[in-house]
């Protein structure tokens, strides 16, 4: 079930309790940096990511924001110049820094919650402005008018493009920014100025679109790229990780400490899955019952192993369960699980009958490496099947006589009598 990435936001409690978020405040950021429409959690987090990236952005806003101040202090001495230039100094390197921080642990955890300070600092930062610019427009003096209002049409540029990822919290910055600025022209002395005020509603307007059509844009090239890494890392019939996948799933879990010698438990344990009568399926009810039969079996490999382990089809009816730190007696279950399960009915072509051979090799006992053990495990798994199908075959050692015995009487399955 897709949740939304969890945001760090907490507030203080009392010494001796823990730190609780608090919920109604955590609603509200999770609905600020939400699209329009609901997305899966990996496009969510991609999309928040967004705008940490646009670091040079940021800073070309930060830089704008500060001449505008101190050209209004330049130009009127007044104290609230003066204020906006000491505020800008402070606020815009605590963005920065709060930005660079975002930015490294994105980079270090892509999956880590997202920290909500620098987007509150970027809140607080159109404020200011749209304070500054709003005295700027009151203190009459032209040249300072004109500025301000070039530096808002910059900034809201920016705004468009940094946020497209976020466009509801982009809207709200472009409001703040654009309509205070708005009513001072609307309300200025100065002959004609209002014409501006009754021009920006229209610009602001422009610009929320703009960042729309952005999001828009942006959300199609994620979920292209989402559905082009599915498609090069899953099998497109059953939806399990293909042979691609399995040998970056092999790496991950080989890698790390090694239990110790004295462990029951083993690094990793591999499953060759075989389907026996699969080519009789075919022959007698068509290639689109046997697909039918590979998705139902891909469904109850699944639901028979826990939830650590994966289940992947390198093609045809084989297929190969990796079962991370499990012990042999456990790896027993599973197998024997997975052949009970396999050979039941199916539903929607009873007659349709198929049974599961699997060889079972574990690591560091049969290899080191995704193809010593691949290899130990398809040989365990053709012995099972010269022995009669429908059973599993645990092999052991890596000499190169491997010794392969059964660990249970071999018998028949179910359903190689149909």
């Given at each position: 079930m897709a949740t939304m990435v969890p945001l760090a936001s907490t507030v203080s409690?009392?010494?001796?309790?823990?730190?609780?978020?608090?919920?109604?405040?955590?609603?509200?950021?999770?609905?600020?940096?939400?699209?329009?429409?609901?997305?899966?959690?990996?496009?969510h987090n991609e999309l928040l990511q967004q705008r940490?990236?646009?670091?040079?952005?940021?800073?070309?806003?930060?830089l704008a924001s500060l001449l505008i101040a101190s050209l209004a202090a330049a130009l009127t001495g007044a104290a609230w110049a003066y204020a906006w230039v000491l505020a800008e100094l402070a606020l815009g390197s605590t963005r920065i820094c709060l930005m660079m921080r975002a930015l490294a642990r994105a980079k270090r955890d892509r999956r880590a919650p997202v920290n909500v300070s620098p987007i509150w600092a970027g809140l607080a930062s159109v404020v200011l402005?749209?304070?500054?610019?709003?005295?700027?427009?009151?203190?009459?003096?032209?040249?300072?008018?004109?500025?301000?209002?070039?530096?808002?049409?910059?900034?809201?540029?920016?705004?468009?493009?940094?946020?497209?990822?976020?466009?509801?919290?982009?809207?709200?910055?472009?409001?703040?920014?654009?309509?205070?600025?708005?009513?001072?022209?609307i309300l200025s002395p100065v002959p004609f100025l209002f014409i501006i005020g009754l021009?920006?509603?229209?610009?602001?307007?422009?610009?929320?679109?703009?960042?729309?059509?952005?999001?828009?844009?942006?959300?199609?090239?994620?979920?292209?790229?989402?559905?082009?890494?599915?498609?090069?890392?899953?099998?497109?019939?059953?939806?399990?990780?293909?042979?691609?996948?399995n040998q970056k799933l092999f790496a991950e879990m080989l890698d790390g400490p090694w239990p110790e010698a004295a462990s029951a438990s083993s690094k990793l344990t591999v499953f060759c899955v075989d389907l026996d009568g699969f080519k009789g399926v075919n022959d007698?009810?068509?290639?689109?019952?046997?697909?039918?039969?590979?998705?139902?079996?891909?469904?109850?490999?699944?639901?028979?192993?826990?939830?650590?382990?994966f289940v992947c089809r390198l093609g045809?009816?084989?297929?190969?369960?990796?079962?991370?730190?499990?012990?042999?007696?456990?790896?027993?279950?599973?197998?024997?699980?997975?052949?009970?399960?396999?050979?039941?009915?199916?539903?929607?072509?009873?007659?349709?009958?198929?049974?599961?051979?699997?060889?079972?090799?574990?690591?560091?006992?049969?290899?080191?490496?995704?193809?010593?053990?691949?290899?130990?495990?398809?040989?365990?798994?053709?012995?099972?099947?010269?022995r009669g199908k429908g059973d599993f075959v645990i092999h052991r050692g890596v000499e190169l006589v491997a010794e392969i015995v059964p660990l249970v009487p071999l018998a028949k399955t179910p359903a190689l009598a149909c």
């Open positions: 409690a009392p010494a001796g309790h823990p730190r609780r978020p608090w919920f109604p405040f955590h609603a509200s950021v999770e609905w600020l940096l939400a699209g329009p429409r609901p997305q899966p959690d990996d496009i940490t990236n646009k670091t040079r952005t940021m800073v070309v806003a930060i402005i749209s304070a500054g610019c709003y005295q700027c427009v009151a203190s009459g003096v032209m040249p300072l008018v004109l500025m301000a209002g070039i530096g808002l049409a910059n900034l809201v540029g920016g705004i468009a493009s940094r946020n497209a990822g976020t466009p509801r919290y982009g809207i709200l910055l472009i409001c703040i920014l654009t309509l205070p600025f708005a009513v001072a022209t021009q920006t509603p229209v610009y602001t307007a422009g610009m929320i679109f703009l960042l729309l059509e952005n999001h828009k844009i942006l959300l199609d090239l994620h979920h292209s790229e989402r559905n082009n890494r599915l498609m090069a890392h899953h099998d497109l019939l059953t939806g399990l990780p293909n042979r691609a996948l007698r009810f068509g290639h689109a019952a046997g697909d039918a039969v590979l998705v139902a079996v891909a469904k109850r490999l699944r639901a028979s192993v826990r939830d650590v382990d045809g009816d084989e297929f190969v369960v990796l079962l991370p730190d499990i012990t042999e007696r456990e790896a027993v279950v599973v197998a024997e699980r997975i052949i009970s399960r396999v050979c039941e009915p199916f539903e929607f072509a009873p007659a349709a009958c198929v049974g599961a051979s699997i060889g079972i090799a574990s690591a560091p006992r049969d290899g080191t490496s995704a193809d010593e053990l691949l290899s130990a495990a398809d040989r365990a798994m053709y012995e099972a099947k010269r």
